[in-house]
């Protein structure tokens, strides 16, 4: 899943990293906008 930011949505990576751990790969895919992908990691 892909997420579409107007600013770098850095407080909300750290809700999703308390909430799922390593069960979640977060990265950045551009900076304008700010895109972030959000990856289950089996």
Not at 10 to 29: C, H, K, N, T, W
Request: aromatic residues 10%; without cysteine; hydrophobic residues 45%.
């Amino acid at each position: 899943m892909a997420l579409v930011a107007p600013h770098n949505p850095v407080p909300l990576l750290a809700q999703v990293r308390d909430q799922f751990g390593d069960d979640i790969e977060i990265s950045y895919l551009s900076e304008d906008p700010w895109t972030v992908n959000f990856a289950r990691v089996h």
